[in-house]
């Protein structure tokens, strides 16, 4: 297991812990019910909110980033592969249909002559997500 699968691991740890206090304490807010002084129900209110923010919205929030996290450890290996394509040439190998001419002009001063095993590699990696997609969707500028 690498360094970063290990800190996925122990992230999807602390995860798992918020949900099994979410559920333990799911009640709390009720020993604060009452009516001894004014607005009360509000402040317990507010507490049940608090305690559902420290818990089911922060670990919904865990979880995306732990996707994105993958995603984006994912997108740096591949890149690192293909290290003779800059963005735009991926985007033009992955996003775009090219007919014969345009698949010569990508691949003439390349190495790696069959550009479609790329976007094969690739929907095999990212389950056929656009390159431009995955790259919004992780905050990057792809020009």
Known sequence: MNKTEKFITEIKAIKEQLNMLQN???????????????????????????????????????????????????????????????????????????????????VKTKKTKNIDEIKTEWNRIFKNIGYEKLCEKLRLKTS
Do not use: C, M, P, W
């Open 24 to 106: 333990k304490y799911a009640e709390l807010y009720t020993d604060y019910e009452g009516d001894a002084f004014d607005n009360q129900t509000k402040y317990a209110s507010e507490f049940e909110n608090l305690t559902l923010q420290l818990t089911h919205e922060l670990s919904s929030q865990i979880s995306f980033s732990v996707s994105n996290l993958q995603a984006l450890s994912k997108l740096i290996n591949f890149r690192k592969k293909h290290t003779e394509f800059n963005s735009e040439e991926l985007i033009l190998i992955i996003d775009k249909n090219r007919n014969i001419k345009e698949k010569i002009e990508i």
